[in-house]
Each structure stands twice: as C-alpha cells, then as structure tokens.
C-alpha cells in the first residue's frame, strides 16, 4: 500500500460530514475549504498540488498543479497530520445537501474518474489529477463534463454528490443517458461521449439542454439528483432583482400587495 490506511464514519443524512481517523504520523489531504473541525493533536499544512508519491520532483509538481487550475481548483490542497502518539480525528463537509461517496480505489483498479469539483478528500498517496477528453464533441458541448477529475492510487478518497445518490452496474454494450451535471463519477473502463438530443420541438422547447451524456458499460456509474449548478440557477431565478422586493412572493396579490403596502418599486 503507498497510500495512508485511514478508518472514517459518514454522518448526517442531507448535509453529511465525513470523520477520520489517523494514526500517528498518517496524513489525510483535502480541498480548501471543506475543512469543518479536528482533534488538537492534529497539525494543518499548506501544500503544493496533492503530496501524491506520483509526483517527481519540482516539475512534476508544477505540472500537476497546472492541471488542477483547468478544473478550477486551486494551486494548493491542505494536509491534516496526526502529530501524537494517540489517534485523532478530523472532519470534512459536503459544501450543499447531498450524500459522500467513499470510493476504496483497490476496488475499481486504482482508477476513479469523477465530476470536476466533486473531490473532497482522501489518504495521502492518492493522487488527484484531470481526465482529458480526446473526443472533440465532449470538449465543445460537455459543458460540466468536458474536463473530469481522475482520481488514482490505492487508498481512500471521498467525492460528494448533489441530492439523491444512484448507483448503476452498466452490462458490456449497456447504454445510459444521463444530463451532463447529474454525472457524479464512474469506473476507467466507462465509455463517455457526448450526443445531441435532435428534434426542433426538443431544442427549442424542451428545457433541458441541447446535449447529454452517454455512457456505455461496462462499470459502475454514480449519478446525482441535484447537481449544484442546478440548484444554483433556480436560487438565482427566485432572487429578487435588483433595487426590487421580494414581499408578496407567491401571495394573491403578488406586486399589487407591494404597492398598497406603500412599496411601489417595480
């Protein structure tokens, strides 16, 4: 094993967190910001790309935090390590409602590919890279999908999702089409394009995007109910414009309670 052997337990149902456990001297690596608490003995440190063993030497290094920043993440992870004699525990948060996956890389051949952003965090030694897309369709219509995040070694590591969490055991040749932002991850040997929905009604008045995924098995496929661009959008949608009020929302009056409460900004 190059990767730490940690222990973790799940809790909370809608918005979870993940504890850890680390014997002494064992490290867990993490995205910024989805740090939520720790023991004391536990030491925080700031470090270039992911600690992964995978990197050799300072271009290595360079070149793997280069492609972190296309998927839009930063230069830089954090790595908690237990600095005591005794265990210590530390917790990670999802950072919107939805389910944590642990995914144990032994179990899918070292290989994990997932959603950009859907990393939260895992053992030292796991390494943390990008997945690029050799189909020219996938880079111009995937939109969410296009550049996915690999995740690989022999260790733990743990993704989150959006809402609901599915799980699909696709067949050889088994075909599963899937909104690109429901994608949370999938198995190496999964065959992923892009393919267009066709039809003028569908396009014009469908309300669901131009494309979407397909992905052919066989493998394993995690799709989530609530991407958070999704849920992004419809918050953004209800917002009150600007320089306007949000009372009378959903009454019978709508904008003419406004008015007669003396609000007469439209």
Do not use: W
């Amino acid at each position: 094993m190059k990767a730490h052997e940690i222990e973790y337990q799940i809790f909370g149902q809608e918005m979870q967190y993940v504890e850890i456990e680390l014997d002494p001297q064992e490290i867990v690596i993490a995205e910024a910001g989805s740090f939520m608490m720790m023991d004391n003995n536990i030491q925080m440190e700031t470090i270039f790309g992911d600690g992964s063993e995978q990197q050799s030497g300072l271009f290595g290094k360079l070149l793997n935090a280069g492609k972190r920043v296309l998927t839009g993440e930063s230069l830089f992870m954090t790595a908690f390590i237990n600095q005591n004699n005794t265990k210590g525990k530390v917790s990670f948060a999802s950072p919107y409602p939805g389910q944590i996956l642990p995914i144990d890389l032994t179990e899918f051949q070292g290989k994990f590919i997932c959603q950009k952003s859907s990393f939260l965090c895992a053992a030292k030694g796991v390494s943390v890279g990008i997945e690029f897309s050799k189909k020219l369709g996938r880079g111009f219509f995937g939109g969410e999908g296009f550049i996915m995040q690999k995740i690989e070694g022999d260790g733990l590591a743990f993704v989150h999702s959006g809402g609901t969490l599915a799980k699909k055991e696709l067949r050889a040749g088994e075909i599963l089409k899937v909104d690109t932002g429901c994608i949370v991850g999938f198995t190496k040997d999964v065959d992923y394009d892009i393919e267009f929905i066709g039809g003028i009604k569908n396009s014009v008045f469908g309300g669901e995007g131009l494309f979407y995924a397909t992905l052919r098995g066989p493998g394993t496929v995690y799709i989530q109910s609530l991407p958070f661009s999704r849920l992004a959008d419809r918050i953004i949608a209800s917002a009150p414009k600007a320089g306007g009020s949000s009372r009378g929302e959903g009454s019978l009056l709508g904008g003419l309670g406004s008015l007669l409460d003396g609000d007469n900004r439209f």
